[in-house]
Every structure is written in C-alpha cells, then in structure tokens.
C-alpha cells in the first residue's frame, strides 16, 4: 500500500482546510486509513481514521467536532476536513495504513510523506 498526503498550507485561526491521502496498491475494506500529526519537539499523536470499507471511524478528542475524516472509495482517496482550526492543530499532518483499528502509530504498517499545516493566529 503506498499513501501520499496532500493539502498542508498556512491558514489563519478559525480557517478550513481540507488534506487528501491518495491511496494506491491492495488495500482491503478492513484496513483502517487514519492521520496522524506530530508537531516540533512532540510525538507523532493520533487525529482520526476511518474503515475503508463500511465507513466506521474514530477521532482524538483534541478534534472531534472539528475534523472530520472520509474517504472516496472510487478514487482511492481519504480526506480530512478541518475547520476551525486552532494554532495548536499546527503539525506535519501524515496518512498512514493499518490492517485494523488502531489509534497508535506503531501499528501502522504503511505511511505516507507529510504535509505541514501551520495555523497562525
């Protein structure tokens, strides 16, 4: 499974954004497409994910209400929708992979580059 995120940009506080993760190789309707953000001199943190098939998904608490995680199956592609971004949501934003439900990043197997989101005040 290879994964390529996409959408990072600078952004105002209280401002949209909304990041792409392209998917590409065998990906089955169990795994579980999630983002992960990790901001300077912090751990890589959970934001969302979701099943590629059947649509289950599950947030941190940091962004629910917020965020909101899809996916178009036919396109192969996950989205993460945010809105009313805060400065603290400023982070390099990753895609990753997962052969199931997970909120760790360690079991993870497969990742995307990042894209950096900056949210200024």
């Known amino acids: 499974v290879q994964l390529q995120a996409s959408g990072g940009g600078l952004v105002q506080a209280g401002d949209s954004l909304r990041l792409s993760c392209a998917v590409s190789?065998?990906?089955?309707?169990?795994?579980?497409v999630g983002w992960f953000r990790q901001a300077p001199g912090k751990e890589r943190e959970f934001v969302a994910t979701i099943m590629w098939r059947g649509g289950r998904r599950y947030y941190a608490d940091s962004v629910r209400g917020r965020f909101t995680i899809f996916r178009d199956s036919d396109k192969n592609t996950a989205f993460l929708q945010m809105n009313s971004l805060e400065v603290d949501d400023s982070a390099v934003y990753y895609c990753?992979?997962?052969?199931?439900?997970?909120?760790?990043?360690?079991?993870?197997?497969?990742w995307g580059q990042g894209t950096l989101v900056t949210v200024s005040s």
């Open positions: 990753a992979a997962a052969t199931e439900y997970a909120t760790i990043h360690n079991l993870y197997d497969y």
């Open positions: 190789g065998r990906i089955y309707n169990s795994y579980f």
